[in-house]
């Protein structure tokens, strides 16, 4: 059979000392820097399932749910999602929190699984082998690495810094432990409580049609997949809302898990607000919904609004526009194909449906439509029973240099990570710099500038390497970038986990609905058709199977394209790293892993080695806290500005500002940096926290040379706020040039919200 697998040879090692160049090139190209290490990833899929549930005996599992505290430090580091430089957070909108899910059998609670869903840009791997080693040691045989996927929301609001690799590093100026660290431990706390409530339950699924909440930012790229294919379905992008309902032994809801496909970037770039996007908004509203005297966090129901096959997805459901005041086409929809306004990517803006009144507006508007969406599968009453075994499988996949056949015989492989020229053109949810573009696969020289410069920071691309990523042009060749540490990962994890008739696909990168367009070339496709038809065909479970995909999870690998999309080298495209047989690699790995989740499982799958740790090698430049100071005749947490005496309404905005200290100080994961307080029967009541979308929490250094600063707190008063009563308290730390961290609090004055 012919073969098109090439031989890859390693290119020799740089001469210069390669973190020395990284801090060199931020130092005077920020800007180039800045939008080549952009990160917009995510994977799913699952084209609707209607009327697959067939009515059975009930059958009961264990089953725990639990919320954890994951926000990292919310000033002076940078957000993870855009990849800019200048993106650094100021403050906190809302916290980040994992949400845990345990499913265990009741008969043999040996067999169970832990979905974590984290508002987080994406899994990854160091963190995950943190959450795992202490999970696995505090709870010794029953979570492991098999059975626990952590799964990130995809949202762009984060805080960063926590990744393994280089590349998504270098804008956070390295890593950034503070934050990994918080991840850990807020998950592992999220999965202590999940295990702390297990008790005896059922599980039910349903799905939805979730209209206006998200489009295709790339069409022109899904319009080269064949017609006969695209048109089997409605929409150029998922619009299905599938949900896993936990209810108690009596029938009574404690929460679910949904999955829907939207990108987290309802929140722009120049947000500096540390928030959890839709998904962390869609959460909150749910759950506070249920438990409205309930602080966020730490309500009982557990809402889980999980990423699916999120890669072209966008939350900016009014398109593309052109943003050029004074140029002729100014607030005309950007160029078709290469989304361009003038030529250029940086005037290219989509418009999320409250756009006219701010990002918050468009945020809380795409989460609601999720949250509508939930609620509908929930409340209604065609949710169908989930009966059967609990079973995982998890293994490692060198994506570097897989081989394999497709299914006409040919012999084909993956490739090193590459990442391409189209890659730096951005998307319109984040438009790139300088003279890149979307959907520009030319055989012809790039600009000659950027030549010379791609060669500098990673190795040159060998002509094996350029045979196997073509049609795409390398722009950085991270696959061969091993120093300081790995710039881009090798190997991934490949995870299933089964519950009963309901499967999840745990996927390292972000996949397309238009996966499931591979079947008419008669292609194994993922999705709830194909991985269902092979799962029903093989006797692994009935034809009630019911089939979801979950991610970015546990590694982050970028985008997964079908070969037509991979072709027209837009962002997606371009962000497929391992090459144009990334899709059909991964088809053949998670085909081949069926039978590890059946009801009798023999033996263990074949996996590769498991990717080499990279923590450890970590360097970071961000500088620690020096010491925070008072100016002279203040104190810690005293008022600089009060708030107004006079009665506040409904939509007013209460401000407050307060002599401050550096929050990098204490996280205060479980707390908050503010409280609104009601006066109610003589006792003041915390009704309001910093994990309220109402509330906001600012910080300004006001001089490095004296350590001042100072923090704004501010509250809009929503509509059916009782009268009364209130005050504004903030809750810091200071650090002290010489010795410990000191809490204090500041109080403002009391105030009225009038009727």
């Not at 393994?164 to 850990?184: C, F, H, M, R, W």
């Not at 809402?303 to 699916?308: I, K, L, M, P, V």
Request: charged letters at 15%; glycine letters at 10%; a negative charge.
């Amino acid at each position: 059979m012919p073969s098109l697998a090439p031989a890859f040879d390693e290119p020799s090692s740089l001469s210069l000392d390669l973190w020395d160049l990284i801090r060199g090139f931020l130092d005077a190209m920020s800007s180039f820097v800045w939008y080549l290490t952009a990160l917009l990833a995510s994977s799913s899929l699952l084209p609707r399932q209607a009327g697959i549930g067939v009515k059975g005996v009930e059958g009961q599992y264990l089953l725990g749910l639990g919320t954890g505290d994951i926000t990292g430090p919310v000033v002076e580091t940078n957000m993870m999602g855009y990849a800019s430089l200048g993106q650094t957070d100021t403050g906190l909108h809302m916290r980040e929190r994992s949400r845990a899910f345990i499913i265990a059998e009741q008969a043999n609670p040996a067999n169970r699984v832990v979905f974590i869903n984290a508002d987080i840009a994406m899994g990854d791997t160091g963190v995950r082998r943190s959450i795992v080693s202490q999970l696995s040691s505090q709870f010794p045989g029953v979570y492991t690495n098999e059975n626990i996927a952590f799964v990130g929301t995809h949202q762009h609001s984060g805080v960063g810094g926590y990744l393994e690799n280089l590349l998504p590093q270098i804008t956070s100026l390295g890593y950034v432990k503070q934050t990994a660290d918080a991840i850990v431990a807020g998950t592992v706390l999220a999965v202590q409580r999940a295990h702390a409530n297990l008790t005896p339950g059922k599980l039910s699924v349903g799905n939805t049609t979730v209209l206006n909440a998200n489009i295709n930012r790339s069409p022109s790229a899904y319009l080269a997949n064949p017609a006969a294919e695209r048109a089997r379905y409605q929409f150029d992008q998922d619009k299905d809302m599938s949900l896993l309902r936990f209810d108690d032994g009596s029938g009574n809801a404690r929460g679910f898990i949904s999955f829907f496909a939207v990108h987290g970037t309802s929140l722009y770039e120049n947000n500096t607000l540390v928030s959890a996007d839709n998904k962390g908004m869609a959460a909150y509203l749910y759950e506070a919904s249920v438990e409205p005297n309930a602080m966020p966090g730490n309500a009982t129901f557990v809402a889980g609004f999980t990423q699916s096959n999120v890669g072209d997805t966008s939350p900016n459901t009014l398109g593309a526009f052109c943003e050029s005041p004074g140029e002729e086409w100014d607030g005309m929809a950007c160029d078709f194909n290469h989304s361009t306004c003038g030529g250029t990517v940086q005037d290219c803006h989509g418009r999320g449906p409250g756009f006219r009144i701010s990002d918050f507006e468009s945020n809380r508007l795409i989460g609601e439509a999720q949250f509508e969406g939930a609620r509908t599968v929930m409340q209604g009453n065609n949710l169908s029973p989930v009966n059967g075994a609990v079973r995982s499988v998890h293994i490692y996949m060198n994506m570097a240099n897989h081989t394999f056949a497709l299914s006409n015989g040919t012999t084909v492989q993956t490739c090193p990570a590459a990442m391409g020229f189209s890659f730096a053109g951005g998307t319109t949810d984040g438009p790139g710099a300088f003279d890149f573009v979307q959907g520009d696969n030319s055989s012809n020289p790039q600009n000659p500038f950027w030549e010379i410069v791609k060669g500098v920071v990673t190795p040159q691309p060998s002509a094996a390497q350029k045979a196997c990523q073509d049609p795409k042009p390398i722009l950085l060749n991270t696959g061969f970038a091993h120093t300081p540490y790995e710039w881009s990962p090798s190997t991934v994890d490949i995870q299933m986990l089964r519950v009963g008739n309901f499967v999840m696909l745990i996927m390292p990168g972000k996949s397309f609905d238009p996966w499931c367009l591979a079947v008419n070339r008669k292609v194994m496709f993922f999705g709830s058709q194909a991985i269902r038809a092979q799962l029903i065909s093989r006797g692994i479970i009935g034809n009630d199977a019911y089939v979801v995909i979950a991610g970015p999870a546990n590694t982050y690998a970028h985008y997964v394209t079908t070969r037509e999309e991979y072709g027209v080298q837009r962002y997606e495209g371009a962000s497929t790293i391992f090459g144009q047989y990334t899709l059909e690699a991964y088809i053949d790995k998670y085909t081949s892993l069926l039978p590890f989740i059946a009801d009798s499982v023999s033996g263990t799958p074949a996996s590769d080695a498991a990717p080499a740790e990279q923590t450890s090698k970590a360097i970071s430049l961000q500088t620690p806290v020096v010491f925070d100071a008072a100016p002279i005749g203040k104190r810690f947490g005293d008022v600089l500005v009060d708030v107004n005496r006079d009665a506040y309404h409904a939509g007013d905005t209460v401000i407050a500002q307060f002599v401050g200290a550096n929050p990098r100080n204490n996280l205060r994961l479980e707390g908050t940096f503010l409280n609104v307080d009601h006066f109610v029967s003589g006792v003041w009541t915390p009704v309001k926290s910093d994990s309220h979308p109402s509330t906001i929490y600012r910080w300004e250094r006001t001089s490095t040379i004296t350590g001042t600063s100072t923090v704004n707190i501010s509250w809009t008063i929503e509509s059916g706020t009782p009268s009364g009563t209130y005050r504004l308290r903030y809750f810091g730390d200071s650090k002290p040039l010489i010795g410990s961290i000191s809490p204090f609090t500041g109080t403002s004055s009391n105030f009225t919200v009038a009727a």
